[in-house]
């Protein structure tokens, strides 16, 4: 789980807005198997779809429509992340930071939202985590991560980030960043949950009752999902 508790979304400075700012070029063999594109780990990594899923995310960042001028400050920060560090920016590798993807998971009615009492954190927090080596896309990697931590399956991700938040974690000594996208994801009728060893505890809440330890983030995150799942 590495979408810890966040501070309030973080402000960078003043960028141009608009879809297409801050976007970061791919070049077409970012997505060529067996090449090693700006997105591809440095030699003797771990990661078996170089370019893939730097890819990807530069996309999704570049199309996606924020709902507000402060997720787009976050949206070019996050681009920018990526054009700085376009070896390791998706990876836990990269102290500067690392992109991250996090799923709120409500029920079939859309009226409860599983959340894990983390087991370092102690805040309960969505679903979600570090990209892996096998991810190809950046809702592969929420939707991974949403059923590994859940023990759900079936879950039905909507395919669109929510939100973007970005909060400093303990990755590395000195600290570090997860620039965390943010998806939606519905549970079928009577999906049964287990709790995974990276969590204290796993539990449904009403969308509208949430814990207290749960950060404006997070309570952010779940009003957004609630919208966007209607």
């Known amino acids: 789980m590495g979408a810890a508790a966040g501070e309030p979304e973080a402000e960078s400075p003043s960028h141009a807005s608009g879809p297409g700012a801050g976007a970061v070029r791919v070049?077409?063999?970012?997505?060529?198997?067996?090449?090693a594109p700006p997105g591809a780990r440095p030699?003797?990594?771990?990661?078996?779809?170089?370019?893939?899923?730097?890819?990807?995310?530069?996309?999704?960042?570049?199309?996606?429509?924020?709902?507000?001028?402060?997720?787009?400050?976050?949206?070019?920060?996050?681009?920018?992340?990526?054009?700085?560090?376009?070896?390791?920016?998706?990876?836990?590798?990269?102290?500067?930071?690392?992109?991250?993807?996090?799923?709120?998971?409500?029920?079939?009615?859309?009226?409860r939202v599983l959340l894990t009492l983390h087991s370092k954190v102690k805040a309960w927090l969505q679903l979600g985590g570090h990209c892996e080596p096998g991810d190809l896309t950046l809702a592969g990697a929420a939707l991974r991560e949403a059923t590994e931590e859940s023990g759900i399956t079936g879950l039905r991700l909507v395919p669109e980030p929510v939100q973007l938040d970005r909060h400093e974690v303990r990755c590395h000594p000195e600290g570090s960043w997860h620039l965390d996208v943010q998806y939606v994801a519905i549970a079928p009728e009577g999906a049964r949950h287990a709790v995974s060893d990276?969590?204290?505890?796993?539990?449904?809440f009403p969308v509208d009752d949430l814990p207290e330890s749960a950060d404006a983030a997070v309570r952010r995150l779940v009003a957004r999902a609630v919208g966007a799942s209607a």
């Open 27 to 35: 070049p077409p063999d970012t997505v060529t198997p067996g090449s």
């Open 43 to 111: 030699p003797g990594a771990r990661s078996l779809t170089p370019g893939f899923l730097y890819g990807d995310a530069v996309r999704v960042l570049s199309a996606w429509q924020p709902p507000d001028p402060r997720q787009d400050r976050l949206r070019t920060e996050f681009l920018r992340h990526l054009e700085a560090h376009p070896a390791d920016g998706m990876w836990r590798e990269c102290a500067d930071g690392h992109i991250t993807a996090s799923t709120a998971v409500l029920d079939a009615s859309r009226t």
């Open 198 to 204: 990276e969590s204290d505890d796993l539990r449904w």
